[in-house]
């Protein structure tokens, strides 16, 4: 139902695009896109989330001025985009829906996606 993509390897500095496109039916149920992350031995975090309808936005601290969820409603589909990227932003990266109104880059989630990974090095 959620697909991510965009997941790679990249050198400290570069950036990168994450995608999460999700079913039209699930997408007009969800008022709130999700990014979380998970680094190997450490609890997933909540890095940013996107309110569907009005564009609000929210971000953990560590990655406010480097990262920009945003949404394309027309394609169903949440972005994270990643600049300035740090080795310690090397995390499996999920994304995720809630029908609730998001109001903190984390939260509840009721769909998740598989994954993508994302390598700074």
């Known amino acids: 139902q959620l697909v991510e993509s965009g997941g790679s390897s990249v050198q400290a500095g570069g950036s990168l695009r994450l995608s999460c496109v999700v079913s039209g039916y699930m997408y007009n149920m969800m008022d709130c896109m999700r990014w979380f992350r998970q680094a190997p031995g450490k609890e997933r975090e909540g890095v940013a989330s996107?309110?569907?309808?009005?564009?609000?936005?929210y971000y953990t601290d560590s990655v406010k001025g480097r990262f920009t969820i945003s949404r394309d409603n027309a394609k169903n589909t949440a972005y994270l985009q990643m600049n300035s990227l740090k080795p310690e932003d090397t995390a499996m990266y999920y994304c995720?829906?809630?029908?609730?109104?998001?109001?903190?880059?984390?939260?509840?989630?009721?769909?998740w996606g598989q994954g993508t990974q994302v390598t700074v090095s």
């Open positions: 995720a829906a809630s029908r609730g109104y998001c109001i903190a880059p984390f939260g509840n989630a009721d769909y």
């Open positions: 996107i309110n569907r309808r009005d564009g609000t936005t």
